[in-house]
């Protein structure tokens, strides 16, 4: 007789021997050994960053002043219950180089993490001429590769 069979038989009838590997699932601190691994995680959620978004919005508000459908920075403040600062902030956006415009068009935010901060894209757009943005860029770039 083997040793598994003598362990069998000494069990209680109640008791049963489980044999395999078993996965644990937390919840709410109680552990439930299941015999299946656990699913697979979902797929990351991808939606447009908020940068890009704040660009496509500058240019729908700059192109509703350029076709006078609103007189001014001021008017598009009130009717959209903002401020003329910001406003103002928004459409400093479109003073970025074409190629970053294009870049940032490509943002994507995964699960919530946003690739840059708007307040970062308006210093690159601060910077000066688009050679000077260029440069603030690939400077803003390292350091978002870093962190």
């Known amino acids: 007789m083997s040793n598994a069979d003598s362990e069998e038989k000494s069990q209680p009838a109640d008791r049963r021997v489980l044999v395999g590997t078993l996965f644990s699932e937390k919840r709410k601190k109680r552990?439930?050994?299941?015999?299946?691994?656990?699913p697979p995680p979902p797929?990351?959620?991808?939606?447009?960053?908020?940068?890009?978004?704040?660009?496509?919005?500058?240019?729908?508000?700059?192109g509703a002043i350029?076709?006078?459908?609103?007189?001014?920075?001021?008017?598009?403040?009130?009717?959209?219950?903002?401020t003329r600062a910001r406003v103002t902030?928004?459409?400093?956006?479109?003073?970025?180089?074409?190629?970053?415009?294009?870049?940032?068009?490509?943002f994507e935010a995964?699960?919530?993490a946003e690739p840059m901060a708007e307040r970062?894209?308006?210093?690159?757009?601060?910077a000066?001429?688009?050679?000077?943005?260029?440069?603030?860029w690939a400077k803003v770039a390292i350091r978002a590769a870093k962190a």
């Open 128 to 136: 000066g001429t688009w050679a000077e943005q260029r440069a603030a």
């Open 89 to 106: 902030q928004l459409l400093d956006l479109l003073l970025l180089a074409p190629d970053l415009h294009a870049r940032v068009r490509e």
């Open 66 to 82: 350029d076709r006078e459908l609103v007189p001014n920075r001021a008017t598009v403040a009130r009717k959209l219950g903002l």
């Open 120 to 126: 970062t894209l308006r210093a690159v757009a601060h």
């Open 43 to 62: 797929a990351p959620v991808r939606r447009p960053a908020h940068v890009a978004r704040m660009l496509a919005l500058a240019h729908h508000l700059q």
């Open 31 to 38: 552990v439930v050994l299941q015999e299946a691994p656990p």
């Open 110 to 112: 995964i699960d919530g």
